[in-house]
């Protein structure tokens, strides 16, 4: 194996590793927590890291790391809930659009530049604001255009793979446009949707996190690290734990999907070595 293969693969294995092990924290987060991130302990409100509070405690007296553990899962399900959404819209329609061509491809791809004029967060907080914080309205807002990355994709993929000396062979032995696209077309989409999906992770915690931290994301009582970072910021100075530690949490994450995203994309791609 080729030292630059090598090196593409410790990236998929590094930040493989990572993801893997906060959604471990993330669905055994009852059993990992050291506490409910609700009980509150006024008294020792503010406490800084000890051993028995790795992370410390908050304005209420709440254990952080208990806060962290379970605001991975509310990452991790907006996350998967934006990017699964967004990926079977945008493959559904970037399909149509690229097999089809024609007036469906134009009316598609202006459909998408007309969602692009509107940036993505901006319009999210809009929705949000509107339609009120919950989790199922921060999925629904970031999804509204969080597609069309996904379909853009597809449509350049299928422009050039229904040209393809298979697709055009299935075609002539009377396969229909549907099998040619199952059977033929999309297995050649796994890589580059997997490599997409990755980074569309990476992007879909940010914003959460910047939504929660605005204060819509999800309920107050849910914890999030963006929420975590707001509250941390009345007392930076005072108790900055409280805003270091799901910062890290929200760096390790992002940086473990994007460095995914990236051996893979390199390990793909046989133009490269």
């Known amino acids: 194996m080729s030292r630059g293969r090598h090196s593409k693969l410790i990236l998929i294995y590094v ?12 669905i055994f987060a009852p059993w990992v927590a050291p506490q409910d991130p609700n009980v509150m302990s006024l008294a020792n409100q503010l406490e800084p890291p000890t051993l028995a509070h790795p992370f410390g405690l908050d304005q209420n007296g709440s254990d952080v790391l208990s806060k962290i553990v379970y605001g991975a899962r509310v990452s ?11 990926l079977i819209v945008g493959l559904t329609i970037g399909s149509l659009a690229g097999f089809i061509g024609g007036w469906v491809d134009q009316i598609v ?5 007309m969602l692009y004029a509107f940036p993505g967060f901006l319009l999210a907080i809009a929705l949000v604001a509107v339609m009120g914080p919950s989790i199922s309205n921060l999925i629904f807002a970031m999804s509204i255009t969080g597609w069309t990355g996904y379909a853009r994709l597809i449509r350049g993929e299928f422009l050039h793979l ?6 055009v062979a299935a075609e002539a032995l009377g396969a229909t446009p549907l099998r040619q696209i199952v059977f033929h077309i999309w297995p050649n989409l796994v890589g580059p949707l997997v490599v997409q999906a990755s980074f569309g992770m990476a992007g879909t915690i940010i914003g959460e996190s910047a939504l929660s931290f605005l204060g819509l994301g999800a309920p107050p009582t849910t914890p999030t690290w963006g929420a975590l970072l707001n509250s ?9 734990h409280i805003s ?6 929200i760096v390790a994450l992002v940086l473990a999907f994007n460095l995914f995203g990236d051996g893979l994309r390199d390990y793909l791609d046989p133009k490269k070595d």
């Open 15 to 26: 930040g493989g590793t990572v993801i893997l092990l906060m959604a471990f924290f993330a």
């Open 76 to 86: 991790l399900y907006v996350a998967f809930s934006v990017v699964f959404i967004s």
């Open 109 to 113: 791809m202006r459909l998408i530049d």
């Open 162 to 167: 229904k040209e393809r000396d298979y697709v």
């Open 232 to 240: 941390g910021r009345k007392v930076l100075t005072e108790a900055p």
């Open 244 to 249: 270091i530690f799901p910062g890290l949490a």
